[in-house]
Every structure is written in structure tokens, then in C-alpha cells.
């Protein structure tokens, strides 16, 4: 089965992937991890995809599709997209690599991604998630897991979170139509504990 999971920035997408990805073995595609690791490498597509990231709008499709179609590699079983597709086109580009069968919908609301969102800090070193609200640090500013510094992702600040939100509503959120309209997609809120929203969605793959 392929798995997508759609929702605004901050529902939790990458928290609930690495459950799932535990849980049930999928093979876990960010492609905001993968531009996010470009970035740093400073490769030809790092140096593209950074300013659209830090200024929270999209990297254009084909980018995204040929990033997505070289990490496919052919094979059309057992993925979980997380932050992909982000447009109408991006899923159109998609039903051609491979069939899409389940789409968990993330909700949320604004007020809320802002809150989670500007509380975020990452782990330069692991990429492990905090946040100073619901899930702080041991220590403040160090990584639980591998004692990395923790830093906030640039497009984590208010202002680009709220651009973030607005391109979210623009661009991804006909996304929900389009699967609702195909049969496949599924709510969940976004609101409940990780811990909830994960019992939630292993209950709908366990059908
Ligand atoms: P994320 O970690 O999913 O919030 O992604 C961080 C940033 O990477 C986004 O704000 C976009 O600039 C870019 N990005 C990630 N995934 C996509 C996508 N599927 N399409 C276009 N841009 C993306």
C-alpha cells in the first residue's frame, strides 16, 4: 500500500511518519527532509530549493517530481509521502510513478500551526523534533538523543509560518477535494496527542 499524508505545516506529519514507519514498515519519503538535506550538502538543487524555503513558498513541480521519481527508483509498493504532493499537479505527477491508496487528512487549524510551529526547535546534528510547549528538551538548547545542538528552522519564525499556511491554503488544500473525490482520503484531528492521532491512523490501516 502507498500511503500519503496531507495537512498545513506543523499537524504532525514527519512525528506520525516515523510511528507509522516503525509500526508498519513503509518506506518514509520527506521531500522537505530531502530538500532540507540538499540545503546543507549545498548541491545544484540545495541552491535552488533555498530560497523558496526560506521565504515558505513551493519548489516547483518538476523539481519535486524528478526528486521523487529518482527515490522511487521503479519500485510501486510500500511508500509513505509525507509533505508530498503539495499541488494538483504534483498528485497528477504522481499517479504516474505509482497508485496512491490511502490519504490521512491532517487537520488543524492556523492558530494552532502558528503556536506549534514557532515552539519547534530541530537537532542540527539527528534531525530529532522538540517542541518547547509539549515536548521540551531535557536540558534547553541540547539534543535527549545525541546531545546536538538544538536550533529553530529558519522558516519556523512567525511571519514565514503564515506565508507557509497561506501557500498551504492556496496550493494543497484543493488536494483535499481531489482525494475526497477519488474515494480515498481520511480525516483525522490534528489537535489530539501524537500518541492519539497515531492510534487513529493505525486503526484505518488496519481497516
Ligand atoms: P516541510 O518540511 O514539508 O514543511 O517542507 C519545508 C519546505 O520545503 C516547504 O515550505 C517548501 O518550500 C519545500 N517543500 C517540501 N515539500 C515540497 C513539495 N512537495 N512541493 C514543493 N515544495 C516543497
Redesign the pocket.
Known sequence: MNLVLLGP?GAG??TLAARLVEAFGFVHL????I??EEVKKGSELGKL?KG??ER??????EV?LGMVRERVDGETDGFLF??????IA?AEGLEEILPVHLVIYLELPEEEVVRRLSARRVCKNCGANYNLITQPPKAPGVCDRCGGELYQRP?DREDVIRN?FR?YLEQSAPLIDYYEGKGILRRVDASLSPDEVFHRVAEVLRG
Open positions: 505545516p506529519k514527519g520527506s521531500t522537505g527532509d530538500l532540507r530549493a523558496y524555503m515558505g513558498e513551493l519548489v516547483p513541480d519535486i509525507d509533505g508530498f504532493p503539495r499541488t504534483q522558516d507557509r501557500v
